[in-house]
């Protein structure tokens, strides 16, 4: 029954809503800003032709 209290008091820990207060300065938040770009960016790429070819086999 402790590690369950226990990990719940974490999971609520981390669950800060992407405002870390941290010794680095920032460097989290800014860590995560570029990454969200990254992935953002990402997804707006068109899929290749020949993996739509492949995906047309399939069907």
Partial sequence: ???EKSAKTKREK???GGK???KSGGRV???GRA???VYDETLRE???DDFLDLLG???
Avoid: E, I, Y
Wanted: net charge negative.
């Fill in 20 to 22: 870390r207060a941290d």
């Fill in 46 to 48: 068109d899929v290749p």
């Fill in 1 to 3: 029954m402790g590690d």
């Fill in 29 to 31: 938040s800014s860590v």
């Fill in 35 to 37: 990454l969200r770009t």
């Fill in 57 to 59: 086999k399939l069907s």
């Fill in 14 to 16: 981390k669950d800060d």
